[in-house]
């Protein structure tokens, strides 16, 4: 079942900071951020298995709450090069067959 | 350099003719998947494979065929193709706990 991502799309100036947020209905293996450019495929940021860890990528971070099913991914300082789609996907069963949102649209501007 | 190949990355055909996207990984990796992309609904499954000649459906099979009878390739088929699989197509091949992505076939069936 395909995990809901909010918000849909954020603008944010250089320097600022952002949440974005993925909730799955179903309880989770683990979740999966992936982050795509215009016209790029999806470059992975991190995953974060069950057991509510903390995951750092430069000054992008994410946590997951096992028990809310859901994973917030936090973009700190933004930088240009931030900008693109967010997508999370979800696992339910550790078998890598991920579900995938409809992603965050995320723009930095100067 | 770990990579995942897709061929060909542009293709427009017409209804009904035969076509097949290659995908090949060099990562040995077991689990290979095939995802299509259309604006506003994110990235959807079409296809899983968990090893050699072990295939299942995803979430949106219909129209579409696979094989995987060596572990790195991992084509998609389209037997009769239609104008509303016009789409975005991505190949992905999953090591532990991270799923690499192909550059992306842009499809369009006329």
């Known amino acids: 079942q395909q995990p809901v991502q909010s918000p849909q799309a954020v603008i944010l100036r250089e320097g600022e900071d952002a949440v974005i947020n993925c909730s799955s209905s179903k309880a989770l293996y683990s979740v999966h951020w992936y982050r795509q450019k215009h016209g790029e495929a999806p470059v992975f940021l991190m995953i974060l298995l069950k057991g509510g860890e903390q995951k750092g990528h430069e000054k992008i971070s994410a946590s997951f709450n096992e028990k809310k099913q859901q994973s917030s991914l936090y973009l700190t300082a933004s930088q240009l090069s931030y900008s693109g789609t967010y997508f999370c996907?979800?696992?339910?069963?550790?078998?890598?067959?991920?579900?995938f949102g409809k992603g965050n649209q995320v723009v930095v501007i100067p | 350099e770990a990579q995942v190949t897709q061929n060909p990355r542009y293709l427009i055909t017409v209804t009904g003719k035969k076509l097949t996207v290659t995908c090949s990984q060099n990562m040995n990796h077991e689990y290979m998947s095939w995802y299509r992309q259309d604006p506003g609904l994110g990235l959807r499954q079409i296809y899983y494979s968990m090893n050699v000649e072990v295939t299942d459906k995803g979430d949106v099979p219909e129209g579409y065929k696979v094989s995987r009878k060596e572990k790195r390739n991992f084509p998609l088929i389209l037997e009769s193709p239609s104008p509303n699989q016009t789409s975005l197509y991505f190949c992905?091949?999953?090591?532990?706990?991270?799923?690499?992505f192909g550059p992306g076939t842009r499809l369009t069936v006329l």
């Open positions: 992905a091949s999953s090591g532990v706990n991270e799923q690499f």
């Open positions: 996907g979800t696992e339910i069963r550790g078998n890598n067959r991920l579900a």
